[in-house]
């Protein structure tokens, strides 16, 4: 047996051995259901001074990450959610009793302190305990860094440990607490202003029996009671706009979709992703709510319109750069349109930049590619890119002058896709052959066409006014605004291969 696990193990029994103490004692670690707890540690540091000169007596509970035993003193550390504090217990101030239980107390146990704050020699506020009790015992050791001082660090540094046991990369990295905790608050911000500028928040099947609003593999479930299969859905937008139709004018929804798709440092296959639809206004109109939208998540994370992502400073000021697809195709891959004509052209385009091309089997998808290999690392200010190919839209409206491109932007930021938005397309004979032209697509064996959603075109029968919509996956955005390279490390809880 591997050494660091035999010694694990035999940490484990010990532990166990501990708790049998504390019950023959009459002790249970488990049976305390509640602590009054009058102050966190940070309250504590932050009012020392009033705390100290009224004598306040305080109570605090935490996990002990650090406890040193002095004869007949004792110090330990214990962390709550605000941070860490000293608390000093004293053989004569707590007494004989109570003092022998720290012998059976571990890192890792939780414990509620009462006492009075103080400062040491040292200059460390402290805690000087007038009693303590334990609210939960700890059987499993945190994994230990390194020595410092008199002192063991304790940390995490297998990655795919951190992400697969979460809770415990949050107790011993205090690091890795900070993005999940900032996209907590992207999520409140994203949800504040949108309320404050009238949408009403909203909620739609996650259960559909068409997985349609995007070009994605859905997952394929069943619902045993209705003899029915069913699909998790992979987009927000069919529904939504169904509302719109139904005269709700402004509406979003954030929460959970699901696409049948790898797993990669930009991609979970379950993510959050915002959508919102507003009547009566247009792409510009979209453009104008995204830099808004961004700029008002930015400041409120880093108190300005700037950040760092990957080394490089990023200015979300408005107005944003506009340009089009096929331009910075032309500026990036030295292609113009004209070589985008017929099949063989575009495809010897995709060649000429090592890309695979022998399952490229329209030129929308083809231009999507060279797009995505020669343009889209180059994206590092806000850019929205504009008139998308028509085979990769069939949601949006034609643009008036050209019916082969679509009033569609995608933003970019840090050289990657941040949004998605459209000028909706509410021309239900328009939808229909856009539908028809997507099963096509997927006859021919596009496994990701979307389908033909017979009730959607009814509803956009009955008349749906001219709308404006934009998608924002949330993981990636607060990925980029907390400067991390994998939404693994602002997803609480990331999809990993099934351990081993």
Known sequence: M??????????????????????????????????????????????????????????????????????????????????????????????????????????????????????????????????????????????????????QWYGLQDVEQRYRQRYLDLIVNPWARKPLLQRVQIVREVRRFLEDRGFLEVETPVLQPLAGGAAARPFLTHHNALDTDLHLRISLELYLKRLVIGNLERVFELSRVFRNEGISPRHNPEFTLLEVYQAYTDLEGMMELTEQLISHVVTSVHGGPRFTFAGQEIDVTAPWRRVSMMELIREYAGADREEFTTLESARAVGRRLGLPMDEEYTIGGIIDKVFEKACEPRLVQPTFVTDFPLELSPLAKKRADDPTLTRRFEAFIGGQEVVNAFSELNDPLDQRERFEAQVAMAAAGDEEAHPYDEDFIRALEYGMPPTGGLGIGIDRLAALVTDQPSLRDVIFFPQLRPER
Do not use: W
Not at 42 to 49: G, S, V
Not at 67 to 87: E, N, P, Y
Not at 123 to 139: D, V, Y
């Open 2 to 151: 591997d050494q660091q696990v035999s010694n694990v193990d035999d940490l484990f029994e010990q532990r166990l051995a501990k708790l049998q103490a504390l019950r023959d004692r009459g002790i249970d670690p488990y049976r305390p259901e509640r602590f009054d707890r009058t102050h966190l540690a940070a309250e504590i540091l932050e009012n020392f001074d009033a705390l100290a000169e009224s004598a306040e007596p305080v109570a605090v509970c935490g996990r002990v990450v650090s406890m040193r035993v002095m004869g007949k003193a004792a110090f330990l550390h214990l962390l709550d959610v605000s941070g860490r504090i000293q608390v000093y217990l004293k053989l004569d101030l707590i007494g004989a009793e109570q003092f022998a239980l720290l012998e059976f107390i571990d890192i890792g146990d939780f414990l509620g302190v009462h006492g009075i704050t103080f400062r040491t020699r040292t200059g460390e506020i402290t805690i000087q305990a007038e009693r303590f009790q334990i609210l939960s015992k700890a059987l499993r050791p945190l994994p230990i860094g390194k020595q410092k001082g008199d002192e």
